[in-house]
């Protein structure tokens, strides 16, 4: 996958203050879009699509983290110079912001490979986290550059 972060770059302008500029932008998907889960996708893509993301919800049911208001379906990470925004995308449709954050509220934890993708965990600075896919491709590490990494 291409970076996309010129790209979201762009998409997200209106939503940026007077010098804020996105450094680094990677799309996330559900857990489980890869791997496995990417052949069910290709055979019933809406079923299991909704499936998954009807999992991500029930995983964050209760919680009263950080980690409730991110996007149960793909979305799109992007570290400015000044704050990290998570934002519902296909990559190129972008939702509302599902969640705005101060630079050191959200880290990279975790990162596992995956034949057709990796397996990345983000860490909230309350505690909480999620579990995300992300396509083989996109830069894991700039992000983690950018926004930290949990030790």
Do not use: C
């Amino acid at each position: 996958m291409a970076d996309i972060t010129k790209r979201s770059g762009k998409k997200l302008r209106e939503r940026l203050a007077g010098g804020e500029t996105v450094e680094h932008a990677i799309l996330v998907e559900t857990k489980g879009t890869y791997g496995l889960g990417l052949f069910a996708l290709a055979t019933a893509p809406r079923t299991t699509q909704r499936h998954l993301e009807q999992r991500a919800a029930e995983s964050r049911e209760g919680s009263t983290g950080m980690s409730a208001g991110f996007p149960t379906g793909s979305a799109v990470i992007a570290a400015t110079n000044r704050r990290i925004l998570v934002v519902p995308s296909n990559g190129l449709t972008f939702g509302d912001t599902a969640l705005d954050a101060e630079l050191g509220q959200l880290r990279v934890g975790e990162v596992a490979g995956k034949l057709l993708g990796r397996r990345m965990q983000i860490v909230f600075s309350d505690g909480s986290g999620v579990e995300v896919d992300v396509q083989r491709g996109q830069s894991i590490d700039k992000l983690a550059d950018r926004i930290g990494r949990v030790a």
